[in-house]
């Protein structure tokens, strides 16, 4: 039994691949033409909270097209394998959300559809140039944005203050900050530094000016261990070594824990943060002690996105034009921010939307203004980032090796071996690479 | 044993059943046909397309925007899985891993065996059913509930150790590996305790009354009389213990997600796992699945042989 049962497990997994891979075989259907007035049903996958009630509130609004939505998981949950093996199947939804990191993958593999013929051109030019960068690929739209999340640090405000420093604006400050609380309480620590999460460094470099993929001609230009990469990983082992930050996982049960009981001070994250934020500390009455700042800089007045999800119709989608209706209306019309209600504090692509969002999330969780800390940040990102063909290579390989840091390794020899894993892995899959 | 249509009543459908000559082999097919379909369908089939899949690479090429053309590889697959380092790390991990855990888990299993066969209690089946369920207990379950108790700030073992002074992270880079070889030993133990007390039942009893009328002590006839006689099950567990540590799975993939300690390669199962669901370049894991099948296999082959020879000795 005990062998059985593992071999079993074992002939399941071969199974499983093979089934994926049977499926591989199926073409791609070919967009119709818009039509004027689409109807018909749509299916909808997202991991985002809250977009139950928005495909409710699309549903409600108008009578020619019913959408049914599911939920899957995210990401480091399985929710791109479920969608890449569900599309190669053929059993795809019509509408999905992609991380901008993500979407160049399923460009690459023909998984999603141009909409140019689809969307407006006047509602696509709405967007700003760095967003809409973010989804266009050889000249072709292929996501509608829905979020643009800047990078936003969080910080205990009692907690600076008993340490007697301010919020930082540099990273100098920060270091200094950092410094700060662990003189004023040994067992606090004013961040973390999260190994498991390699977007947010990502976010770091980018804003430090890094460039991990680039085109250059006709071959990707991987840069992961850059100039800049390397001197953002270089602070934060200088952090790491002088204990001024506390090495953990994020998202995990042991930060939530460590933000409950006052031992991680800090949190490096984004305008979506807020909400994860405040579901962890708000059980520990934390409400009113946590402010929201603009990250700091390296004196240039930078940011970056981390995260953020756009929405894109697949190549299984049998009816693109009302697809497209509903990709409009999640990503772009008031009512949509208004229905997602309290469970996000997204900070949105599309204009004018923001004030609609800062209104349904409840904001006075947090002792200061918490959207105009994600403004300032979002004006100050730095133009010309652009994701790779395979963000997953890049993102396995980055946590393998960051799995040491703490215990013997390095920030920046992660980068190093990133750098290496992610051109041979590029290579392996017949794509032109320099380094 | 079959049972000869001549014993049953003569009915008309025996009668011409009866014509038909070799019905031995006929409900020999009866029985077998069902069994052999699913295996083809569910075991052959899978191995045999995973094996046509590892042959093959989706290639793009330029930027890779073009889309992607399925071409021949032969083997480069296989070469790239054996040349990751990561894969071939993690049997350096299931070879560590096989150091600490088997010599625990058996040796546990090996002492509570000896111990239940040497009670006469009621109370021998009571201490069989506690032995036996934590192995009920689903794998993932289990994982799930020792992810809570190792992880420092929530568990009330790390706590309490660390307010006696000690100050322990089970999910630290150096402790993880013992960590699960504990997950497993609390798991496996009562199950390999049931297999080597069944053998122990049969081990003939005027033996053991020979050896007490020799004066033997319970300890020495269950170290020189017990433990030899039972030395083929021994092995056996030992060989099935070797296997299902090769497919190792369930408890680093809940781990990886309480630290980073454990990464999202870290045994060649979470390799081919990675490869597949989160790379997206399934003919590698495919390659990587088939040198494990392979692997697999080997080690049945040899357990087949070794319990073969058991039950003739």
Redesign the interface.
Known sequence: MNMRRRLLTGAALITAGALLAGCSANSATTPSEPAANPTGELTFWSAIPGMDLVTEAFNESQDDITVTFEEIPNGPNGGYAKLATAIESGTGPDVAGFEYGQLPQFVGSGSVIALDDLVPAETLDEYSDQVRGLVTFEDATYGMPYDAPPLVTYYRQDVLDAAGVDVPETWDEFEAAARAVRAANPSAYLASYNQNEPAVLAALAWQAGGQWYGIDGDSWKIGIDDKASTKVAEYWQRLIDEDLVKVQPSFSDEWTADLGSGVTNGVIGASWSAAGLKARTEASGQAGKWVAAAPPTWGDDASAFYGGTSFAITKNSENPAAAAKFLEFVTTDPVAIEARGEVGSAYLAYPGLNEIAAGVFPTDYFANDIYAAFDESYDRVVDGWAWGPNWDITNTSLKDSMSTVGAGGTVPDGLTSAQQATVEGLEQLGLTVTE | MTIRHSDRPPTAAAAARRRIPGTGGRTAAIFLVPFFSLFVV??I???V??IG?SLF?????????G??ETVFVGLENYL?VLSSE?FVGGFGRLFLYCLMYIPIMLGLALVFALLLDAIVTKAKRAFQLFLFLPHAVPGVIAALIWA?LY????SPIVSTLAAGGIQIDFL???MVLPSIVNIAVWE?TG??VIILFTALQAVPRDILEAARVDGASELRSALSIKTPLILPALSV?L???V??T??M?TEPQILS?????????WVP?MW???A???????????AA??I??LL?GLL?WA?TRLSSKGRTR
């Open positions: 569910a075991m089939a899978p191995v397309y995973a899949l690479a989706q290639k793009r090429s330029g930027l890779g925007f889309g992607a790239n990561t809570y992880t420092p700030g929530i630290s880079v150096h496996w199950y390999n567990t060989l099935f213990t296997i299902g090769l497919q799975f997600k309480a630290t980073t300690a454990v990464t999202s390669t199962n081919a796992y990675d597949a669901f989160n790379r997206n370049n399934l003919p590698q894991a495919a699945s088939i494990l099948a697999a049945s357990v």
